[in-house]
């Protein structure tokens, strides 16, 4: 009997020396960028192709986490930094910074710059979407690859809970009232990783419960007050980006939630009206599937882009 334990305990200890050989340590930095400090977790090879991760709300970085940890990071260069405003980037008043999508790409654009990244594969989620999409855009010989995860690029992918958010735009002083209430309440908080999942109990309360009291922060309501009030102008940028996608025909995975109570399915089915050859997958998760799904995310991810090798390598060869 104390053979087996000692032969169980001893496996067990090879086994997460071999996970800790096997994987990249992940760093934890800062650099300046107009006189802001944008924080950014970063694992992989300095000359490894890049995947740029840009987070949704009320998150940051840390929901990269997991793939940060990963194998990924034994081939890839995994950046994910923090926007102005969220996690332990700077949080300039609102009366100092204007808190928009064109200036959130354009800081983040600014930060791709000061890391001398040339050219990376985009990892999307929710509010990263909107910010990634303005920078494909601006910079289209830089983006190789696109991966999103539950970002909206169509219309037909917003749930009827976007009928009281377009109120909040039409009349932001009649609705404004209502809608800090909905947005910043624990209960909000908790659904959006809840969702409508079968198993709620396999998600960690941590998420939005840390989340929540981020939230709750001094001149937090009123950052992400004017944030979501800008979200009205990518709705409006919607034929754009879907132009651009037509256009450039970037390779694209598409990695969604079916359980996320804002995007729905239909909003993932859209991309391929747009690319054609676009690789859909729905899974059993919701709007932050990284909290239920990691590992079938990350191997989608890596099988996704062992495909596109020559593309990515070329890439990272010419930095």
């Not at 760093?27 to 006189?35: L, P, Q």
């Not at 309440?185 to 198993?199: F, Y």
């Not at 729905?282 to 799904?293: V, W």
Request: charged share 20%; net charge negative.
């Amino acid at each position: 009997m104390k053979l087996t334990v000692l032969i169980t305990t001893y496996l067990m200890i090879l086994m997460n020396t071999m996970n800790a050989l096997e994987h990249e340590p992940v760093s934890y930095n800062t650099v300046r960028i107009e006189n802001l400090n944008i924080f950014y977790r970063e694992a992989g090879p300095k000359d490894a192709p890049v995947i740029l991760l840009l987070h949704g709300v009320p998150t940051s970085s840390r929901m990269y986490q997991a793939m940060l940890e990963s194998s990924l990071n034994t081939k890839y260069r995994l950046i994910a930094p923090d926007f102005p405003g969220f996690g332990h980037s700077s949080w300039p008043s609102p009366k100092e910074f204007n808190y928009t999508f064109d200036h959130l790409a354009e800081i983040t654009e600014k930060f791709a710059a000061a890391m001398n990244l040339r050219c990376y594969i985009l990892f999307l989620h929710d509010y990263g979407g909107p910010v990634g999409m303005r920078m494909a855009i601006s910079h289209p010989e830089k983006v190789k690859a696109i991966i999103i995860q539950n970002a909206v690029s169509h219309e037909e992918g917003l749930s009827p809970l976007w009928v009281a958010r377009r109120a909040f735009w039409q009349d932001r002083a009649a609705n404004e009232a209502a809608f800090r209430k909905s947005f910043l309440s624990l209960d909000t908080t908790r659904s959006r990783h809840l969702g409508n999942s079968p198993h709620p109990e396999h998600i960690d309360p941590d998420t939005w419960t840390d989340e929540f009291y981020f939230l709750n922060q001094p001149e937090q309501a009123d950052i992400q007050t004017d944030l979501f009030f800008d979200y009205q102008n990518n709705l409006k940028a919607y034929p754009i980006w879907q132009k651009w996608l037509r256009d450039h025909h970037p390779p694209l995975l598409v990695l969604w939630g079916r359980y996320d109570p804002s995007f729905i399915v239909a909003g993932a089915e859209a991309y391929r009206k747009d690319v054609k050859e676009a690789e859909i997958h729905i899974l059993d998760a919701g709007h932050f599937a990284l909290d239920e799904q990691a590992a079938e995310v990350i191997s989608l991810t890596e099988a996704f882009l062992q495909k596109l090798s020559d593309r990515i390598q070329f890439c990272s060869k010419s930095r």
